[in-house]
C-alpha cells in the first residue's frame, strides 16, 4: 500500500497508505482494517513494484483485521509463527512502509503479553513492544528472530502521531482465526 504522489491526490478525495502481507501464493493479504476502512478501491503495490487492484474479501472492526484479495499467483508467502510463545523481552522486527517508504525495517523487544489498550478492540490481546511503529506501519507484519510473523503493526501510543516508544501489534493467531472466518463467511461471528 504505497504512498500517494504530492498532487495526485484528486479533489473530494482522500487517501490513505499503510502496510500488509501475503498470506497464501494466491494473492490473499493481511493487513489492518482501518487501513481500507471506508475504502472505494484499494490498490496494493508489490516489493517488483506491480501495481494491483485488490477486492476487500471482509473487515472486522473489532479485531482491526482486513482480508484482502489480489488476482495474482506464485506469490512469495511470509511464515506464520505462534505468538502464543512469545514472551516479554525477545526481541521482533517489523517491516513496512512508515511515511511512504518502503521496506522499512525497525527493531525492539516485547514488553507485554495480552495488553489491552482499547476498550472498543476488547477482544485483541495486543502485544506491546518497543518497535518504533509510525504512520504507514500500519497492517505490516512482527516478525520474530526465526522469519515467522508474530504479530500485525496495528497501533501507537502517542500524543503528537509519532513514535513515542509504546506501540501495540495483534496477534497473529487472533489474525488467522478472523482471517479464516473473514474468508469463509466475509465476517466474524462471536458467542
Known amino acids: ?37 471506508g475504502a472505494d478501491q484499494v490498490t496494493v503495490r508489490l516489493s517488483d513494484r506491480r501495481e494491483l487492484d ?61 495488553r489491552g489498550y482499547d476498550r472498543s478492540q476488547q477482544y485483541v490481546p495486543f502485544i506491546q513492544t518497543d518497535v518504533p511503529i509510525n504512520p504507514g506501519n500500519s497492517g505490516g507484519p512482527l516478525f520474530n528472530l526465526s522469519g515467522e510473523v508474530v504479530g500485525i503493526n496495528s497501533q501507537i ?13 495483534i496477534p497473529i493467531s487472533v489474525a488467522m482465526n478472523t482471517m479464516q472466518q473473514l474468508k469463509e463467511n466475509g465476517h466474524v461471528s462471536r458467542g
Open 54 to 114: 485488490a477486492k476487500i474479501i471482509g473487515t472486522d472492526e473489532q479485531t482491526d483485521i482486513a482480508l484482502l484479495k489480489i488476482d495474482a499467483g506464485g506469490l512469495p508467502v511470509v511464515s506464520i509463527g505462534d505468538s502464543t510463545k512469545l514472551r516479554p523481552g525477545q526481541w521482533v522486527v517489523a517491516i513496512g512502509s512508515p511515511f511512504g517508504m518502503d521496506h522499512t525495517v525497525t527493531h525492539g523487544i516485547v514488553s507485554a503479553i495480552g
Open 157 to 169: 501510543f502517542s500524543n503528537t502521531g509519532g513514535y513515542m516508544g509504546v506501540s501495540f501489534a
Open 1 to 37: 500500500f504505497g504512498p500517494i504522489p504530492p498532487g495526485q491526490q484528486p479533489r473530494g478525495e482522500r487517501h490513505s497508505a499503510g502496510s500488509g502481507f501475503i498470506v497464501s501464493a494466491d494473492g490473499y493479504i493481511l493487513t489492518n482494517n482501518h487501513v481500507v476502512d
